[in-house]
């Protein structure tokens, strides 16, 4: 079967490599499609994901769904022909993190396209079952690769508590911001304030329901915000990872409010204003990957809550894999997605 691996920095190579053999555990799927994530772009752009280092060629693409090909000896409750989405991280479940299922927090964690972890750039991939979601008939397998990134807005919301009434700033309109926008209105956001320094990104999440859009790059977001709301937001979701905007979200919050970090930012110190964070008792926290959100993710896609195939600009098949990181790294493009077994 063929393979798209990330040697090293620009370099994809489409590879041979022997198709997989199930455990008893798990299942073999048919992957049809896998969307490209920022990380990927990290990874091909600067060799490195925040301290994940590309240190070994690794086959990129972690957001990815399929069909069931085949099952291992003790599976029950999924079969062939099942259309699945795959969750990426499969978590030891044994040390005090699996325990306490704050599992996305193991130490001993395989994550896919986190090296030296493979991920599903590639034809067929052995899961474990309990790692995989069937998808209703409404969800096709492009939407279904999805959840991914949904699950990250999904467990974004959840550490900055949203709900009902607030007022959220997302900052950063790629994918991970647009779903986390999303995601806020799903939980009962009233108003979510976006923030960009490219157009495009802002039209699409006014587009999809931004109730103000702020140019960063045009207009101080502290400004902005002290304009918008009644002395700052309740919540903000940092998602661009630049670290112009990082250093102003605690700025843009209410007293008592929440800042959750979600983008990684080249340079990762944060100077911080410690009697702010006390005299306005303000929450910082952050958001990494998810846990339990699969379920949560597909029930939003299958209501129609959140829609996400609008998001994708281009799709390119599995020999496609190097072109299509170069133009994914267009500031312009939100979602690239490859088509590995061409449906
Ligand atoms: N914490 C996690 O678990 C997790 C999971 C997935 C992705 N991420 C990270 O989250 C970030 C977002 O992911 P993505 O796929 O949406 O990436 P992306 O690169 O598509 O989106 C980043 C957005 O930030 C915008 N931006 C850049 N500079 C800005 C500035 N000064 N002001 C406002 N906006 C600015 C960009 O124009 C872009 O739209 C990435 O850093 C990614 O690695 C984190
Ligand atoms: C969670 C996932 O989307 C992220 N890119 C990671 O590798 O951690």
Known sequence: MQ?????????????????PTPAADAVVVRIEHVG??????????HGHNGDNELDVPTIMGHESAGTIVETGADVTGSSVGDRVALEPGVPCGSCRYCDIDEYNLCEDVRFMASPPDDGALVEYVAWPAQRTYSLPE?????AGALCEPLSVAIHANRRGNVGSGDTVLVTGCGPIGLLCMDAAYAAGAEDVIVADIVERKLELATERGAAHAIRTDERSLVDAVDELTDGGVDVVLECSGAEAVIDRTVESVRKGGQVVFVGLPQDPELPTDVFGLIDNELDISGSFRFRNTYAEAIELLASGAVEVESLV???????????AFERAADPEVVKGMIAVNGT
Not at 36 to 45: N, T, W
Not at 313 to 322: A, H, K, R, S, W
């Open 313 to 323: 600009d281009f799709e390119l098949p599995l020999v496609d894999t190097g072109r």
């Open 3 to 19: 393979a798209a691996v990330l040697e090293d920095e620009r370099t994809v190579r489409i590879e041979t490599r022997d198709g």
């Open 138 to 142: 409404s969800v096709s397998t492009r």
């Open 36 to 45: 490209i994530c920022g990380s990927d772009m990290h990874y091909y752009e």
